[in-house]
T-cell receptor
Framework: DAKTTQPPSMDCAEGRAANLPCNHS???????VYWYRQIHSQGPQYIIH???NNETNEMASLIITEDRKSSTLILPHATLRDTAVYYC?????????????FGTGTRLTIIP | DSGVTQTPKHLITATGQRVTLRCSPR?????VYWYQQSLDQGLQFLIQ???????AKGNILERFSAQQFPDLHSELNLSSLELGDSALYFC????????????FGEGSRLTVL
């Protein structure tokens, strides 16, 4: 699985859009980009994933650059409950082996 | 609620002891994953089972073992416990073949004194 690089920490004002960057310059063509978050020692929570196209769900949007070497997770209207560690993970999808390798992530703090 | 159930939520024991952590995956999920998260390290993948068979192995110590039973629940056995084994242990399950999400339980917090 390709390696990812994320800033260790970020702040965002409540109500504003939080934009979390991730660099994955060694990504290969069949690797997906996944985002998870972990709120204070709770189990990690899936947010979104994508391969090439931008994706949006009820939680967030994922913007992947055309060359796929980087991506941005966007939380459109951040709330205090979005304070968490956010993990960007790149992984192949192998049938029966969907393990994730977590890095150190970005600690996002939402400021009231 | 992810649908993944882990027991016990908290466990305190002494060095040298043995404990068993239990995980019930979401209904229909065939894969179970175990992760360890200690204070000074991130989430470390330990082992994965798929439909009763070991599928992938990560940084799991020889003192640790796991299995998945016919009803698909899984147990992680930790023996000869050391202080450094104190950590959160998470179980996750997935719909095999779906390039989507892993569903994580709330974890079992193990404290070794």
């Amino acid at each position: 699985d390709a390696k990812t690089t994320q800033p260790p920490s970020m702040d965002c004002a409540e109500g504003r859009a939080a934009n979390l960057p991730c660099n994955h310059s060694t990504i290969s063509g069949n690797e997906y980009v996944y985002w998870y978050r972990q709120i204070h020692s709770q189990g990690p929570q899936y947010i979104i994933h994508g391969l090439k196209n931008n994706e949006t769900n009820e939680m967030a949007s994922l913007i992947i650059t055309e060359d796929r070497k980087s991506s941005t997770l966007i939380l459109p209207h951040a709330t205090l409950r979005d304070t968490a560690v956010y993990y960007c993970i790149v992984r192949e999808t192998n049938f029966g082996n969907e393990k994730l390798t977590f890095g150190t992530g970005t600690r996002l703090t939402i400021i009231p | 609620d992810s649908g993944v159930t882990q027991t016990p939520k908290h466990l305190i024991t002494a060095t040298g002891q043995r404990v068993t952590l239990r995980c019930s995956p979401r209904s229909g999920d065939l894969s179970v994953y175990w992760y360890q998260q200690s204070l000074d390290q991130g989430l470390q993948f330990l082992i994965q089972y798929y439909n009763g068979e070991e599928r992938a192995k990560g940084n799991i110590l020889e003192r640790f073992s796991a299995q998945q039973f016919p009803d698909l629940h899984s147990e992680l056995n930790l023996s000869s416990l050391e202080l450094g084994d104190s950590a959160l242990y998470f179980c996750a399950s997935s719909v095999t073949g779906n390039p989507g999400e892993l569903f994580f339980g709330e974890g079992s917090r193990l404290t070794v004194l």
